[in-house]
């Protein structure tokens, strides 16, 4: 049995959702500008009413986008992608009075109660019991190896510690991994460690800041740049460890997202944050389970982009698990206070986490 | 008086000095790729030996730039706008035996011992008294305001609330502001408070959640979208308070830098990584004061890119001032372990900051 | 007008709370220890009936303690403190089934709904808006100064910073504070700083570590000690500013409750918890407002005995305001989870808060 | 061979050393007061001159004690404990000119030059590599178990997880843990958890709200003082896991020291801030490696009374190993602030350290 619960579907044969209209739409004014009173989308399953009781459920949804409905087609955009004269969805009501039904109880147990929701809402801290949470995830992994799609977002802190950053190349390995989320850093740091063994200039294992030690990921990215891409780099160097060389030995792919904080870049980070964007949308609509570690930026772009749901090539719905790794309740409030429900904070250090976790799922 | 130290230039008849080498030069041998050996710039003020006990003071530097030296012409530029064949300065060590020589006591004290600088190395947590730091800060701002070019970086927190927004409009028209710094969240925040008194739904005065609320950040950029600019937006609008129009009125010149986490983003936002870092360290170049407040991201973006010093039109050299206002203990220390020497932490919340700021400012 | 809302008593006659049964007690088995099924105060206003649709109100709750009941007098009183054969009432439901009803909804506004509840729910972090919170703080302040009991609990950061050491002494100077609540250490800051102007040895106002300064403390301590008493040091010392010191001089009472961190401690500190417990337990019980700033141990201690509401002389019923004004979301959080329901975060750097205190105040 | 350095004793034969004087003493003018210009201990070896050449190191150390020195006996007292007329030594300088020798050297390596110690003075955050302080903190525990001292001193959140509880469980029962410091909280927690399986009313493992649940604390503390004692409540009410329990099982001595934040508190728990200091130091003064968890108030305070060395029987003088495990930076800097300089910070959540400290523990 998969490790989450069954999907219910609405059941619009209710006296309120029979009688509801069928949904509006007005034509975009222009390209990236919407009509006003446009629905914008949450990342719980949304449908929306065709008319004649024939409702669509949202295929690949995430939050703050919009519907595009032509025909029985309906296509979930980001604003600033869509065209005009497109047919974009209007109507800010939820509970189908506008055609628009947003179902937030689909994944509830069918005995589960008000108070039960209750009772599970206390939000986390430092404090909060996480022994489930770990068991929970070990469970979904296992089953979302083989049957499902695993996006890590990683901040460059599991780089910076050498039994991190050998699990994390581990899990690679061994097929937990099916897409790789993160910014220039990440890689340079990893591929810093490989070189020199050091992080910024410290020893990955000693702590101990080198002389020169600073050179280091600056020699990192001026290798890189000479062989003309990671991989020519990681071949041609002789790198036999870390996590960007596992993935490119599983052939999992990587989106590197640009930032202005980067030195270089490496080749290969998307410098444009609209078109890293859509890189890492391909993913986001994909995921079944979505693993962000001690990155806030990375954290919180994916999350907006990661819908609570996905439909299955059979149909099925099965929910979207997203767990955010971080020291610091303030981020992993954050992400909760924008709306993104599913997300479950584990408040830790990420090292602990990575060899936590591999001493887990390796058995 | 300034509020700020006075420049001692290094003796260069100082027997090692006198007898270092002329500094040594490569050519790049391609695009964006460095020779091997390069010298990496701090942000201290760095001379390079042209031979004959002629000495360059590298103007407009930045921290893990490089050196390109030509004829008598000494620039501090990029690794990635490096072009093939220019020649750039190698050489690591940093006491002239290189021709490279790196003064790091410029701006002591004449009568300083090594045992003062230690006494004011402790670093600062929520509990270092602040009063001297606003003491200073004040006098800085003041003389500033006519006499150098104050660059204020902005997370969007300060646009959360109205008093804080309110202090920032005011400083930005008393002139206290010559470029602003920050991304889309910052001028969207800002555009829906002048709209809606919200920000990301919730009353920036009384903290209520409005109903729909969510809508407001997305409406907002939306009708940016529609009007063309946020010029456009502003007059259109009839928006009359707020920080970006501060901006457009005293024409301060504002770089909003796109990221992966954007709604939107709004017309003006430089959503290209290199580019924005480009359009950034145009005004960290001019800057003799920088301030930071809440954002990470920004903060260690400009950080990199800011001098310690500045060289002034009539050759004066005076230190630049960087200040970064944050909660947190771990992102000051992250920008002090990153080489920003002369960052100081004030460690509060930016609301508070602002009100105090603009209370003492305005006498 | 009052600057807080009026209470609505509960409606005794409403069909439920008309068949309700008059609670039950059960004695005490011995010194201390409660009789199984023992009720436990909430810090609502909570009712206890005698029969006959006669329902007491609770004067002097606090949370976690137990009601002791005899005749028509009832009593809120620590577990610890109970004796042997006192009737204790028991029972656990809170609707007045078992005859005893917790008021949840009587300082709420007649018209509030549900929906409106919810609006206020959302948990502050850093990011929330502050400004009407100090616009509040500062009007209950100015009300309680002549009509109420403002009662600080201090950490010893306070001290710390010469501006907000003398923000608060002025604030005590101008009667806005009619009891003080802390630690060992926030006293021997407060001298040390009178003595030497460092706190820890730090000076207060430059942040200059001073060379041996770390003997400063043990000596405020000695000499303390020497002099007999906090009174006589600072007559015998001649010591003429600070927090200690203007509450001598508005006979502030202070009650300096001892831990294990402590050096010394100074004279008049209270070693034992349960005494101490109990001196502070005079001023919780009669607080119409507490600000606790930088201390999570006496924030959390005095929340627990705080009640969220008083009964003045006149039988009228207030609530009472708690603010804690501390850096960290965690420990904001903790005191909320504990059932602290009027807790009200503010989260900033109290050397700040006390400035902007200050500065409004006096306004 | 241990896992810890060799010491090195000062070389009294140097001429400084040879020519210094011996240490001069004043009479305490009173119980608890002490001379002008006594001299206040560090936690590094410090010796005493007794005259001709003859230095005597203190046995049994603490930071901000002092000596008293009688004949040939030196004790090292804490300023409170002192009595009228006792010897104290007196002066302020460590470099022996006043007849006292701070060793602050003593377990460097012999060929460690000065760049290298500063190599490893970068200070510790979330990001810092702790694979090899890992490694090190299990040498020394598997060393320490048979040939040392350790003293574990926990915050409650260590039992507010039951995988984290039962861990901790596991290395008391494997004979890791020589003493248990901790307040009243860990002791309930850790109760409640054997009773009701949950944490402040929270399942510790599914982290369901339980309804009622916040009873269950008060109804631990009620049963325990029915029975009369932890060890007679742990036999009566059948308690078969845990961790006091484990330490009851094991004779490993637990001190509970009471604060005024406590409910109860049960019994055996030392409410006396100075005898619960008596009590802590007792076993303080024997460790060989402390390990604090998530506990500020206790770090603190067994930090101040832990030597940073150990004089075993045998004379041989080691290093005491002092871990802080916390979430937050400011704690850990608020530590190494106060001069406990041999502490090591480990930053992370606990329940995972706990987890896997006993995974590698038991091999």
């Known amino acids: 049995m998969p490790p989450f619960p069954t999907y219910t579907r609405p059941d619009f044969t209710r006296p309120d959702l029979a009688a509801a209209p069928p949904a509006r739409t007005e034509a975009a004014p222009r390209d990236g500008v919407l009509p006003a009173g446009f629905h914008a989308t949450s990342n719980h399953p949304e449908y929306v009413h065709l008319g004649g009781g024939r409702w669509l459920l949202a295929a690949e949804s995430r939050m703050d986008a919009v519907f595009i409905l032509e025909g029985n087609t309906l296509r979930t955009v980001e604003p600033r992608l869509v065209m005009e004269g497109e047919r974009v969805v209007v109507g800010r009501t939820e509970n189908g009075e506008e055609g628009i039904f947003v179902h937030t109880t689909g994944f509830d147990a069918p005995t589960e109660t008000a108070e039960d929701k209750f009772a599970f809402r206390s939000r986390g801290t430092r404090e909060t019991p996480f022994s489930r949470s770990y068991?929970?995830?070990?469970?979904?992994?296992?089953?979302?190896?083989?049957?499902?799609?695993?996006?890590?977002?990683?901040?460059?802190?599991?780089?910076?510690?050498?039994?991190?950053?050998?699990?994390?190349?581990?899990?690679?390995?061994?097929?937990?991994?099916?897409?790789?989320?993160?910014?220039?850093?990440?890689?340079?740091?990893?591929?810093?460690?490989?070189?020199?063994?050091?992080?910024?200039?410290?020893?990955?294992?000693?702590?101990?800041?080198?002389?020169?030690?600073?050179?280091?990921?600056?020699?990192?990215?001026?290798?890189?740049?000479?062989?003309?891409?990671?991989e020519q780099a990681i071949a041609g160097l002789g790198i036999?460890?870390?996590?960007?060389?596992?993935?490119?030995?599983?052939?999992?792919?990587?989106?590197?997202?640009?930032?202005?904080?980067?030195?270089?870049?490496?080749?290969?980070?998307?410098?444009d944050s609209r078109q890293a964007q859509d890189a890492m949308r391909i993913h986001a609509r994909r995921a079944t389970t979505v693993i962000a570690l001690a990155t806030q930026l990375h954290a919180i772009a994916v999350g907006n982009m990661t819908p609570g749901y996905r439909v299955l090539d059979d149909g099925t719905?099965?929910?979207?698990?997203?767990?955010?790794?971080?020291?610091?309740?303030?981020?992993?409030?954050?992400?909760?206070?924008?709306?993104?429900?599913?997300a479950r904070a584990i408040l830790t250090n990420v090292q602990d986490f990575m060899v936590n976790l591999w001493h887990n799922l390796r058995g």
Not at 138 to 146: A, F, G, S, T
Not at 334 to 340: F, P, T, V
Request: aromatic share 6%.
């Open 135 to 230: 068991d929970e995830l070990y469970d979904i992994l296992r089953h979302d190896r083989e049957n499902g799609h695993i996006v890590w977002v990683l901040g460059p802190a599991v780089a910076f510690d050498r039994d991190s950053r050998d699990a994390m190349a581990r899990i690679i390995g061994a097929g937990y991994c099916h897409a790789l989320l993160a910014g220039n850093a990440l890689a340079t740091h990893d591929l810093e460690a490989a070189l020199f063994h050091t992080g910024l200039g410290q020893d990955i294992y000693t702590q101990a800041l080198l002389p020169r030690g600073h050179y280091n990921h600056l020699d990192v990215i001026n290798e890189v740049l000479r062989h003309g891409s990671m």
């Open 240 to 271: 036999r460890d870390g996590i960007i060389r596992a993935c490119l030995e599983r052939r999992v792919p990587v989106v590197l997202a640009g930032s202005i904080r980067d030195d270089g870049p490496l080749p290969g980070v998307i410098t």
């Open 317 to 342: 719905v099965r929910p979207v698990h997203f767990y955010i790794v971080d020291m610091s309740e303030f981020i992993a409030d954050k992400l909760a206070n924008r709306g993104s429900a599913q």
